[in-house]
């Protein structure tokens, strides 16, 4: 089992920034990607981004390519989001999530979810 815990969502102005954590404890050897998705309320869940769990290789959504960064901490097992220029749609729970064996664009593509953290982008 992989446990994932969120932070760092809050209130940001348009065009603010936020970084989001991605805490992961447990079996985490056996992670080989974590993803990053977003969820506003009566909207599907949307991926944003994902990283490999050695950090070589990350993926983003086209509506967030060149504002959004993925990372992570080897020493700390943490994951990270770094969103700049924030837009008002992009109000939403973020979760992370972490798949044994891929990465993927699709929620069934992983195994172990956070319990999300809210990012509210004001206008």
């Known amino acids: 089992q992989v446990q994932l815990v969120e932070s760092g969502g809050g209130l940001v102005q348009a065009g603010g920034s936020l970084r989001l954590s991605c805490a992961a404890s447990?079996?985490?050897?056996?992670?080989?990607?974590v993803g990053w998705f977003r969820q506003a309320p009566g909207k599907e869940r949307e991926f944003v981004a994902a990283i490999t769990w050695s950090g070589d290789t990350t993926y983003y959504a086209d509506s967030v390519k060149g504002r959004f960064t993925a990372s992570r901490d080897n020493a700390k097992n943490t994951v990270y989001l770094q969103m700049n220029s924030l837009k008002p749609e992009e109000t939403a729970v973020y979760y992370c999530a972490a798949s044994p064996t891929r990465w993927g664009t699709q929620g069934y593509d992983y195994n172990y979810w956070g319990q999300g953290t809210q990012v509210t982008v004001s206008s």
């Open positions: 447990g079996r985490t050897f056996s992670v080989y990607a």
